[in-house]
């Protein structure tokens, strides 16, 4: 299958990630208890350096109460010393998580797919116990000044097609050009149309690519089935929809004038 990326694409982050059914705490807001999270990192300790992630990194001090925890990463597995992709574990949650150079979907897909295969062989009796609840694909991209941004509202006005207007009695106060000071955030959520339980995301909002500014847009697909719970041998083909997906939305909010900026687009093949 033939990919696509772009010599100076502005992708800052793609994650993957799923999120397990676990037995919430009404002591503890947003709390939360995995019976079988233990059992679980003790099997990893293996099985991630197997499947080539030997480095592993604690994020959260280990006194911390587990049942805080819930649906945060508190241990990240590397494949070498800050050497991406990674994959993250926490209580109730996994991503697999990868920052340029990227080779497109096809090569990160399948490190996706080895995450969720080595979950489902080391979580405690897994046909039984781990009840897939929520999964998400995120893409993140900065758009920083070799992608043609010198401020924000400029930038967002002229490239991107995302419309944000302002009564004149507003606009009027504001310093001139009043269009390039104004600095609009977005953040769109919509239900996606012959996918029950499906819905987008789009967000939008001034930030940093390093220690440059940046215009940072999100878009994600999440898909939520609580009481069901979601099949891991739906997830593959999920992932591949969920991305085209992105990318199509990507490419509809971009405009050409900004794509310009990428640099040559070169085929990957998987």
Not at 109 to 119: C, E, G, N, T, Y
Not at 137 to 149: E, M, N, P, S
Not at 242 to 252: G, T
Request: charged residues 20%; proline residues 8%.
């Amino acid at each position: 299958m033939v990919d696509f990326v772009y010599e100076s694409a502005p992708l800052v982050e793609v994650i993957a990630e799923v999120h397990w059914r676990i037995e919430r705490l009404t002591t503890v807001p947003d709390g939360g208890i995995d019976p079988q999270f233990s059992a679980l990192l003790a099997n990893l300790e293996q099985a991630f350096p197997r499947a080539g992630f030997p480095v592993v990194e604690r994020l959260i001090p280990s006194q911390i109460p587990i049942e805080l925890l819930a649906d945060k990463p508190i241990l990240r597995y590397w494949r070498g010393t800050r050497q991406y992709p990674l994959i993250q574990i926490g209580p109730g949650l996994m991503t697999a998580n990868i920052v340029p150079p990227y080779d497109g979907w096809n090569a990160f897909k399948p490190v996706v797919l080895q995450a969720l295969d080595v979950l489902k062989s080391n979580y405690p009796m897994a046909d039984a116990l781990l009840k897939i609840e929520r999964a998400q694909l995120r893409y993140i991209d900065g758009f920083t000044k070799r992608h043609g941004l010198t401020t924000y509202g400029h930038f967002v006005r002229e490239n991107l097609a995302v419309a944000f207007s302002l009564p004149n009695e507003i606009t009027n106060s504001v310093q001139s050009p009043a269009e390039d000071h104004i600095v609009c955030s977005a953040d769109f959520g919509f239900p996606l149309r012959g996918k029950p339980n499906n819905s987008g995301v789009i967000r939008l909002r001034p930030g940093k690519v390093g220690e440059e500014p940046a215009a940072i847009m999100e878009c994600a697909v999440h898909w939520q089935e609580p009481h069901e719970g979601i099949r891991l041998d739906a997830l593959p083909e999920w992932f591949d929809e969920a991305h085209s997906c992105v990318s199509d939305w990507f490419f509809a909010l971009v405009k050409e004038r900004a794509v310009e900026k990428f640099g040559s687009k070169r085929s990957v093949s998987v």
